[in-house]
């Protein structure tokens, strides 16, 4: 990070743990999703909990570092780049905590026999998030391998637009589901899931040219 903050390690620090709250948040929910379907609820709420916190030290620590921008920052053209990085990757956080909020509150019947799609979808969604996280380390670290990064977000997320398809069908022609508003339930946490790959996808794109920008 020293490009863009010569040798302060406070600032480089906090912009670390920023980003560690956003990986572990993507670790928690995918053990949450795994904990719903195997019926856990008591563990599923713990992971929750745990994802709330997450959000809210990101949150603290996003201010704190936009206040360091604003008031210490000795290259001001960079700092509406790392402002508008750390804010649209904060909100993928955010879509953690409301697709596990979602499950908390509808409480969905989800047959076994989606369950191991549903975790797959889960496990490609994360995967495109933990990318964005090595992306954004590396905007700040080493930006030649942006790409790099980059381009396995679209790989995930492309992965996760075909389980969600297929899960879709699956859902709809299915017999064992015969009850319509259990279909579009269904269909829609399918949907949840997958916006968290959508959401790391919009943020990757964004920091594609946060990152052609600083090579140039």
Known sequence: MSILFGRTRSIEAQIDQFFDKIAEAGLIFQAGVKDYLENDLRQFKNRLADIKEEEGEADNLRREIRYYLYTKMLIPESRGDVLGL??????????????????????????????????????????????????????FKNNTMVNDYIHKVHFFEHEADQIEERLKREIFQSEKVSDLAMKLQLRDFVAYISNLADASEDVAERLSVYSIKRSI
């Open 86 to 139: 750390l804010e649209t990757s904060d909100n993928v956080i955010d879509v953690t905590k409301t697709v596990l909020s979602n499950f908390d509150i509808e409480h969905p019947l989800i047959p076994e026999l989606f369950h191991s799609d549903v975790l797959k979808l889960t496990e490609s969604s994360v995967n495109a998030l933990s990318n964005l996280v090595k992306a954004n380390r590396a905007f």
